[in-house]
């Protein structure tokens, strides 16, 4: 809000006319010290022109919404992914949370520490709702690079396995997804877990990178440049996309 404000030259108080409230009140929106309404949400989306894209009333809703994911996540989930048009992605330990089953999902975050039954529930409800990205009609071009090792990583049970195999190649059917298998020996990719998101015209691109603690978003053109460098560096050292499918499928039959 904040940013969006300067950037229109408004001041605090001239916002605060618009939304028919005080100075205050807007510095403590933008402190975030202040509990929006939805009324307040809806304005500031027609102030800046932001109706369609429904910037703020989506961020109220995420406010109240209880999504089952960490807080540093949900401004990709909620405000990045659904608008990208290309994402790609790189992980050397598991499917991406774009690609994983249910069950494979389930079994993934029953592993986190002190984790409650209804806490793996909502995660899992919110990595599906996240999947939805590909209902939309246009949607991202999804361009996963994994880890050959995580195909034989037992997650769950060899059902399991199986199920989360056969999703990858049914995924890699729909002509906005492609899966490439990267040879074991590549150790560019050894950092760990990241996406980039190609936003549309006259949006900034960003990342996301991911560790034990926590991930993090980025905007920042040398960020991206670095990430985007050692994004080609492992699909060098990927197997061609017929290829890949090929030992998935073989790798599934060894599942038994």
Same mark, same amino acid.
């Given at each position: 809000?904040?940013?969006?404000?300067?950037?229109?030259? &408004?001041?605090?108080?001239?916002?605060?006319?618009?939304?028919?409230?005080?100075?205050?009140?807007?510095?403590?929106?933008?402190?975030?010290?202040?509990?929006?309404?939805?009324?307040?949400?809806?304005?500031?989306?027609?102030?800046?022109?932001?109706?369609?894209?429904?910037?703020?009333?989506?961020?109220?809703?995420?406010?109240?919404?209880?999504?089952?994911?960490?807080? &540093?996540?949900?401004? &990709?989930?909620?405000? =990045?992914?659904?608008?990208?048009?290309?994402?790609?992605?790189?992980?050397?330990?598991?499917?991406?949370?774009?690609?994983?089953?249910?069950?494979?999902?389930?079994?993934?975050?029953?592993?986190?520490?002190?984790?409650?039954?209804?806490?793996? /529930?909502?995660?899992?409800?919110?990595?599906?709702?996240?999947?939805? $990205?590909?209902?939309?009609?246009?949607?991202?071009?999804?361009?996963?690079?994994?880890?050959?090792?995580?195909?034989?990583?037992?997650?769950?049970?060899?059902?399991?396995?199986?199920?989360?195999?056969?999703?990858?190649?049914?995924?890699?059917?729909?002509?906005?997804?492609?899966?490439?298998?990267?040879?074991?020996?590549?150790?560019?990719?050894?950092?760990?877990?990241?996406?980039?998101?190609?936003?549309?015209?006259?949006?900034?691109?960003?990342?996301?990178?991911?560790?034990?603690? /926590?991930?993090? =978003?980025?905007?920042?053109?040398?960020?991206?440049?670095?990430?985007?460098?050692?994004?080609?560096? $492992?699909?060098?050292?990927?197997?061609?996309?017929?290829?890949?499918?090929?030992?998935?499928?073989?790798?599934? /039959? /060894? &599942?038994?």
């Amino acid at each position: 809000m904040r940013r969006l404000r300067r950037e229109a030259r &408004w001041s605090q108080a001239a916002v605060g006319a618009r939304l028919g409230c005080t100075q205050t009140q807007v510095s403590r929106l933008e402190l975030a010290s202040r509990t929006p309404s939805q009324s307040d949400a809806e304005r500031l989306d027609q102030m800046f022109g932001l109706t369609k894209k429904q910037h703020f009333t989506l961020l109220y809703k995420r406010i109240f919404s209880h999504t089952g994911g960490p807080s &540093w996540f949900l401004g &990709w989930v909620d405000e =990045i992914e659904p608008a990208a048009k290309v994402i790609r992605s790189w992980d050397p330990l598991l499917i991406p949370g774009l690609l994983q089953t249910e069950e494979y999902a389930r079994c993934v975050f029953a592993q986190s520490p002190r984790i409650t039954e209804e806490e793996v /529930e909502a995660r899992v409800r919110a990595r599906l709702r996240r999947q939805r $990205i590909f209902d939309r009609s246009d949607p991202p071009y999804l361009l996963v690079l994994i880890d050959e090792g995580v195909l034989r990583r037992r997650v769950g049970g060899p059902e399991v396995m199986r199920d989360q195999l056969d999703r990858l190649l049914a995924a890699a059917k729909l002509p906005n997804v492609c899966i490439q298998v990267v040879d074991p020996g590549c150790l560019a990719g050894m950092p760990g877990t990241f996406m980039i998101a190609e936003m549309p015209e006259g949006e900034p691109d960003a990342s996301y990178t991911d560790s034990a603690a /926590e991930g993090r =978003i980025s905007t920042n053109r040398d960020i991206l440049a670095s990430l985007s460098n050692r994004y080609e560096a $492992i699909r060098r050292w990927a197997y061609p996309e017929h290829v890949s499918l090929r030992m998935i499928q073989e790798v599934r /039959e /060894e &599942w038994t």
